[in-house]
C-alpha cells in the first residue's frame, strides 16, 4: 500500500473514535500519548458511556457517528463499536475522505466488505483492518517454530467461554455480533495466514435462543480442507452451556506437534518436549495504534494488509453457507 502524502506532511492527525469500549479505551491511550496524534472526538452508543469515556481522557464528545465521520476536523476514523455497524460506518468515513482504522470484522456482508477495499483504493486512503491475534505471543510463536514441525496435516483450534449467567450483551445478540466465525474471524484467519488457500468447508452452528435476536449460549464447528490437503478444525462456543472455558490450539506435522493451553505451549518432537513460553495478551491493541501511525508518518509497512482479512472472511462466510444449507461448500479462489 502506498503513503498517503497529505497525512506525510502533516505533524499531526486528528483522530476520531466511533466507540467507548475496552477497543476503543486502548486506542484513546495510546493516542494520547503518542506526539503524532490527537484525540479530537468520540461517540458511542449510550450518553452516559460517552459522558464518561469524554472525562476520562478529556476529549470532546459528539452524539452520533455520522457528525464524527463528516466532521472537518478528522482526518482518521477509529470504529470499534458493535459489528454490525462497523460496514456503513467504515463505508461514509471512506466516502468523506477520512483515513480509517476498523477493528475486525471489516463487515459482516462480504460484498460490502469487497466493496469497501475497492473504495479506499479509489479515495487513495487507508483501511486498516485490525488483527492483533497476528501481532500476538502465540502466533509469533507459532511462526517461529513451524518450520520444525516438517509437513504439517493437521490442526485444532477450539476456543470456548465458559459463562454463568450469560451476560445481556452485544456479544450474544444474532444481528450485533453475526455469524460468529466471521465475528470472530481470527479463528480462521490464523490458518489462512500460515496456511494459505481453503479449498473446501463444512461448518455446523448451533444456538440456544432466550429472546430478542439474544442467545444465552453458542457452538460453531467447522471444518477447512485447505489446497494444500491440511486438515483444519475450527470449534468455537460460549454460553453457560459450557461448564469451562478452554483455549487450545495444535498443529501436528510429520516432524513434530505444537500445542498451546492458554499460555501454556509446548514443541514436541521426536527428541523430547520443549515448552514455549508465551506473553500476556495485554498491549496489543497500542501495538497496532502504533503501528498505524509509523505508517502514516515513516511510510513503514503495516502488519497486515486488507486483502488478508477479506480472504478470511470470504472463508468464513462459505462457513455459514455451509451450516445453512447442511452441506460442504467449496471456496472459488480468484
Ligand atoms: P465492548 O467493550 O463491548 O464495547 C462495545 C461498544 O459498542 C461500546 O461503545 C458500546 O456502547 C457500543 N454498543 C453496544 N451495543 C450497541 C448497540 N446496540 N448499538 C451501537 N453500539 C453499541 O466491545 P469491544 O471489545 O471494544 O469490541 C469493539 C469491536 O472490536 C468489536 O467489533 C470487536 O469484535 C472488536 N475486537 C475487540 C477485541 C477485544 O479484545 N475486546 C479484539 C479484537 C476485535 P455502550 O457500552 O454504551 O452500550
Ligand atoms: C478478541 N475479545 C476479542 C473479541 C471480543 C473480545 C468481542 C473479538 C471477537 C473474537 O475474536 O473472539 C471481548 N475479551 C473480550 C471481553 C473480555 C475479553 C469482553 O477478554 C473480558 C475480559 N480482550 C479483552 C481483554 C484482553 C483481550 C481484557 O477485552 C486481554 C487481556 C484480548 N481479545 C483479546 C485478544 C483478542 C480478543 C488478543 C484477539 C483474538 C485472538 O487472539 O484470537
Redesign the pocket.
Known sequence: MSLTPQISQLSTIQVGI?????????RAETFLKDQRSHLELVT???A???AS?CQSYGVSACDTWEKLVTAKNIDLVV????????GKIAKLALEMGKNVII???LSLDIVEASNLLCLAKKQGKLLHI?H??ILGGMHQAVRQYLPQLGHVFYGRYTTISAKHPTPR???Y?HQ??GFPLK??L?RIHRFTDLFGEVKTVTCHTRYWDTQDGYYHACLCDAQLQFQNELIIDVMYGKGDIFVKSDRTFELYGDQGKMIFEGIDGKLITPEGAKPIELES?RG??AQDTTKVLDYLFAGKPLYIEPDSSLYALQVADAAYQSSQLGKTVTIVNG
Not at 466511533?18 to 486502548?26: E, I, N
Not at 470504529?79 to 462497523?86: A, G, P, R, W
Open positions: 466511533v466507540g467507548t469500549g475496552y477497543a476503543a479505551k486502548r458511542g452508543h449510550t452516559e458511556n460517552i469515556f470504529i470499534c463499536t458493535i459489528n454490525q455497524e462497523h477493528e475486525y470484522p485490525e492483533i491475534e450483551h452485544w456479544t445478540h450485533q455480533f465475528a470472530a481470527p495478551r496489543l491493541f
